[in-house]
């Protein structure tokens, strides 16, 4: 049990000071869980705790009580709406047996006019209180956005990954069935073999993703030429597939780079994979290389329809698919971090008359 003077507001003030607080304080006492007052109601008076806690809460959303803060004894509460003759903003409620200090609005209002030390010491409390709130806040903001981006990309993932296990799991009941022939059996593994090696792809974005915010790259030199021409033979079968034609317009630039070739394979495979998909009726993409002193320059075009004006600032943006009906919607995002990892720039454009357009640079060492 503390003394009305323990209280962190009128810390430092003289017996003289004191003494009309003293007089005017009632000792009121609650059980545990009783409410001392409820949101809405009227500013009646300022509480100290002698003995006891007290819970804070309020009405966060329809039918959603947060609790704000926990008090003990020496702590004071209700200041707010005794000051600006608001109705009370929140609810407090005794956590056990408590016996608390009442001061009534119009004594502590006379109090304060009398006692300039005891006005600052209030404002400087509540300085204090508010910065605590405020800080607090903040964290719960981020957790917030935090659990929202978890949400998003969980709903992405389960969205994403459904797809290609259906498929699995009817040429799997088609593949094993009694009197299948032989060419049903193989045309079955074939369509396994296919969403395996996409649902291998996405985990490899989804690790990608989750990699830091500038990951270590094992750079190695490597002759640009031989790479990306290997990288378009392994890419051009499953383009013709679609009745999509791979071509140069421009010969890669036979020059020694340092790149990392496991990751920058990735955005080659993404933006010609997003060039394929956005041609279902088959077309072309051009490769087009160019060099000066500093770097090396690689532009991915298709003959699609483009990419609007206001979709094209957000395509680097995690989960930022526009409609696409398959991925998880981090490529972009990965290949703008692999290429900055790699000291580069990666934008897109779309001409008039012309598809899309990916550009990305390589620094030369």
């Known amino acids: ?25 009632q000792a ?93 010491s209030l404002v400087r409390e509540f300085s204090l209180r508010m910065r605590d709130f405020n800080r607090r806040y903040v964290q719960e ?24 296990l259906n498929v699995i799991g009817i040429a799997a009941e088609m593949g094993c069935a009694e ?46 030429a031989h790479y990306v021409h290997q990288l378009v033979e392994e890419l051009r079968p499953e383009a013709d597939v679609k009745n999509v034609v791979l071509e140069f317009a421009t010969p890669p630039p036979s020059v020694r780079l340092l790149i990392d070739p496991s990751r920058l394979t990735h955005v080659f495979f993404n933006l010609i994979h997003n060039a394929v998909d956005a041609m279902p009726e088959g077309g072309k993409i051009f490769l087009r290389f160019s060099v000066d002193a500093k770097e090396v320059v690689t532009e991915v075009e298709d003959t699609g329809q483009g990419i609007l004006p206001e979709i094209a600032p957000r395509l680097f943006e995690a989960f930022a698919t526009f409609g696409k ?18 000291r580069g720039d990666i934008t897109v454009r779309s001409e008039p008359g012309r598809g899309a357009i990916f550009r990305f640079t390589l620094p030369k060492p």
């Open 1 to 25: 049990m503390v003394a009305l003077e323990i209280s962190k507001l009128f810390y430092g003030l003289s017996p003289s000071e004191m003494e009309p607080l003293r007089q005017n304080a």
């Open 28 to 120: 009121i006492s609650f059980k545990a869980n009783e409410v001392v007052f409820k949101e809405g109601d009227p500013g009646s008076g300022l509480f100290v705790i002698q003995s006891g806690a007290v819970q804070i809460s309020a009405m966060v959303g329809p039918g959603e009580r947060k609790v704000l803060s926990h008090l003990g004894p020496g702590d004071f509460f209700g200041e707010m709406a005794v000051l600006d003759s608001e109705p009370r903003s929140a609810t407090a409620s005794a956590e056990k047996d408590t016996t608390l200090y009442f001061i009534p609005r119009e004594k502590l209002l006379a109090a304060l006019e009398a006692s300039p030390k005891m006005a600052v």
């Open 141 to 164: 903001v981020l957790q917030a956005e935090r659990l929202t981006l978890v949400g998003r990309f969980a709903r992405s993932i389960v969205h994403d990954f459904k797809n290609p």
């Open 179 to 224: 009197n299948v022939s032989p060419a049903s059996r193989n045309a079955s593994k074939g369509r396994i073999r296919r969403q395996v090696d996409r649902l291998g792809n996405m985990i490899n974005e989804l690790l990608e993703f989750t990699r830091g915010s500038q990951s270590a790259n094992v750079l190695a030199e490597t002759d640009y």
């Open 325 to 342: 009906a398959q991925g998880t919607g981090l490529g972009l995002s990965i290949c703008k971090r692999i290429i900055t990892d790699h």
